[in-house]
């Protein structure tokens, strides 16, 4: 064979392997592999969608294999469905749903027969985590970016990414400015308040009615103000129009940015047409540099405490509105340490257990973008997306504060500790290590400490009765010493009691 026929072999035989499937999963909202919602609740459906890339696929239609195996890696789906090719695109969905609360992997294989002879046979396989969750979770995002996968908002949304990030399960909002801005007629103001926030509430209910259909709805920037300042009452009027809007139009999504202390009267308003109220806390560079704040955990409880936590606005009860903190990632990234930014989340899970998720505002940095700046705001933004996950997704295992105690008995004291499970699923085994005076008294085991929308469902009682105690003050701990699956929060508590026998 001469050279020329062994190339003209050589192609015509790479020609025909180079048709070829191929899907993803990351980054997320771009992916082939997705689910819709991202956060399906227990018992309720969730789509699970397949989109193939296929290059030079000659057949209308190609077949994937669609698993969910549980933690415990048990099969409970297992199915082969037909994508029709369109466009270069297969694609196709199941529906899924489970009694179970738990975290779930999605394994999805093209062409599992092997039919379709492929230049690549190494990006058929593809899986994917799925939470089926026991409690209403939110993770809202200032705009779309590669390293996020928890998210159930988007508030900065173009037009022309709607349909695709509704696709992936996601609530897409336009952002608009919505009160306490700096942009009205600080003159009109000055002579003719009345009128001028009257015309300011109408502009507002003009935006937030808009009749274009592929609206979900909208993400508010820049309410709140100082008490009896005028950008309070510019905010004050904004969610008058809100609340014109809402109950125009009940279906409209509308997550407000809210910075500063909130109070009564745009509480009220908030209660009334708010789906996510946005609490903005920029601890690592905002509340430091222009109030020289010290301590920015204070900051936190002020935000809540005692406003909205006495006018129980942190869930939905009997309105639509869920507060979240709103935490930053990117105005100034070199101010931001990794650990520290988990001791936040850390610290707003322990004072706010109840609080269902996070927000995190990710634009306008206002540093030098080095390279090494760059680098360390992606590592800022996954290790935020890992935290919604570790931390409200997954079991998340706490000793919270006054959660030990006493009880005397005819037969003796019982000590008793509450475990909490603060997190989205239920969790595996957890077993603690019961302490007197620093000596091991006893064990405590549970096989799981379930999930749940309140303290009447999401903890047990481990109890451990106590041995005959000289009379006198005695120091009574107890440890988490196992968890199979899920985060600790706080996993030691203590307390010093007087036993008189």
């Not at 274009?212 to 510019?234: H, M, V």
Request: charged share 25%; net charge positive.
């Amino acid at each position: 064979m001469n050279l020329k026929m062994f190339v003209l072999l050589l192609v015509l035989t790479c020609s025909c392997f180079a048709q070829n499937l191929a899907i993803k999963t990351s980054p997320y909202l771009q992916s082939g592999l997705y689910t819709r919602p991202v956060l399906p609740e227990e018992g309720k459906p969730v789509k699970i969608v397949v989109r193939a890339a296929c290059n030079k696929i000659k057949e209308k239609s190609v077949s994937a294999r669609i698993e969910i195996i549980s933690r415990d890696n048990q099969q409970v789906e297992n199915k082969i469905i037909s994508l029709p090719v369109t466009n270069k695109i297969a694609a196709g969905e199941i529906d899924f749903s489970s009694k179970h609360n738990g975290i779930y992997t999605v394994k999805v294989t093209l062409d599992p027969e092997n039919k379709i002879k492929e230049s690549n046979e190494n990006d058929n396989v593809y899986t994917l985590i799925l939470p089926i969750v026991k409690r209403k979770l939110n993770f809202a995002w200032w705009v779309e970016n590669p390293q996020v996968r928890w998210a159930t908002c988007i508030t900065t949304v173009e037009q022309k990414d709607v349909a695709r990030i509704k696709e992936h399960g996601v609530i897409p909002l336009r952002w608009v400015w919505g009160g306490a801005s700096w942009r009205y007629n600080k003159k009109k103001a000055a002579t003719q308040p009345a009128q001028l926030l009257q015309e300011l509430e109408e502009k507002f209910y003009k935006i937030y009615s808009s009749p274009e259909k592929w609206l979900r709805g909208f993400g508010i920037d820049e309410t709140g103000g100082y008490g009896g300042a005028f950008q309070e009452k510019t905010s004050i009027a904004s969610m008058k129009a809100l609340v014109r809007a809402k109950k125009k139009m009940p279906e409209r999504f509308f997550a407000v940015w809210h910075s500063g202390g909130v109070r009564a009267e745009l509480a009220k308003h908030y209660r009334n047409a708010c789906d996510l109220l946005l609490l903005e806390l920029y601890p690592w560079w905002y509340i430091p540099h222009y109030l020289g704040t010290d301590d920015i955990y204070q900051m936190v409880r002020n935000r809540l405490d005692p406003f909205l936590r006495g006018n129980d606005m942190i869930v939905s009860t009997g309105h639509s509105c869920y507060t979240l903190i709103a935490l930053s990632t990117s105005i100034h990234p070199d101010y931001v340490d990794l650990g520290e930014q988990e001791q936040m989340v850390r610290f707003i899970r322990r004072i706010c257990p109840e609080m269902r998720g996070l927000a995190w505002y990710t634009g306008s940095m206002m540093c030098k973008r080095t390279k090494q700046i760059l680098e360390h705001n992606s590592e800022i933004l996954r290790n935020a997306d890992r935290l919604d996950f570790e931390y409200y997704i997954k079991p998340c295992i706490t000793l919270m504060r006054e959660s030990m105690w006493i009880t005397r008995t005819k037969e003796g004291n019982i000590l008793t500790v509450a475990v909490s499970n603060i997190g989205g699923v239920d969790s595996g085994k957890v077993a603690i290590k019961f302490l007197c005076d620093g000596k091991k008294i006893g064990v405590g085991q549970v096989a799981k400490i379930p999930a749940g929308r309140n303290r009447t469902e999401d903890r047990v009682l481990m109890k451990c009765r106590l041995p005959k105690l000289s009379r006198g003050m005695h120091k009574f701990a107890a440890k988490i010493v196992e968890v199979e699956y899920g985060t600790v929060l706080d996993g030691t508590i203590g307390m010093d009691r007087m036993i008189r026998n």
